[in-house]
């Protein structure tokens, strides 16, 4: 039990590395946005909206892996 908590632990660790990563990409993709004043949706929002997506798809693994976790350790 104690193995798999500390897995667990490690990957939440490298998912929130992951995601902080991600929002800071998305925080400059908005500041040089903000900066320019206008927006070229054509080529930047295909880009952050993949960033988006994958940080979801991140998310809902992380869930699923601590929802298991807690199941099986009731």
């Known amino acids: 039990k104690t193995d ?4 667990l632990v490690i990957e939440l660790k490298k998912q929130g ?8 990409n998305i ?3 908005a500041a ?4 320019r004043g206008f927006i ?4 930047e929002l295909p880009q952050t909206l993949s960033a988006l997506r994958t940080a979801q798809e ?3 693994g992380i869930w ?5 976790y807690l199941q099986n350790h009731r």
């Open 27 to 29: 925080n400059q993709i």
């Open 4 to 7: 798999n908590l500390k897995e």
């Open 17 to 24: 590395t992951e995601l902080n990563r991600q929002g800071n």
């Open 40 to 43: 070229d949706y054509k080529n």
């Open 64 to 68: 699923q892996l601590l929802k298991q």
């Open 32 to 35: 040089q946005l903000n900066s």
């Open 58 to 60: 991140e998310l809902v």
